[in-house]
């Protein structure tokens, strides 16, 4: 089973960036379109990007022009670039298939910005 492995976030101040990576072990990554989610206190988890293996990307409204999701087949990874981050961006970010998840959830990174 592909194992999804998520690392960046951290506590930052609104207006400041954070680069997200979410490494996968195996070789289902390449054949499927990833994405982004994540789940704030008390919300249901939601999908913020998504990135097809040709590269073909699409955003949630809330974050578009502000996040940046890539992916390095060769690397088993995929990116995510937060800018201008806002005090409701804090969550718990987490990555998997699209749309539906196609393994077990890794365990997120931790995203809190600040005031």
């Known amino acids: 089973q592909v194992q999804l492995v998520e690392s960046g976030g951290g506590l930052v101040q609104a207006g400041g960036s954070l680069t997200l990576s979410c490494a996968a072990s195996g070789s289902g990554f390449r054949l499927n379109v990833m994405g982004w989610y994540r789940q704030a206190p008390g919300k249901q988890r939601e999908l913020v990007a998504s990135?097809?293996?040709?590269?073909?990307?699409n955003y949630a409204d809330s974050v578009k022009g502000r996040f940046t999701i890539s992916r390095d087949n060769a690397k088993n990874t995929v990116y995510l670039q937060m800018s201008s981050l806002k005090v409701e961006d804090t969550a718990v970010y987490y990555c998997n298939g699209v749309p539906y998840p196609f393994t077990s959830w890794g365990q997120g990174t931790q995203v809190t910005v600040s005031s």
């Open positions: 990135i097809t293996r040709g590269g073909n990307t």
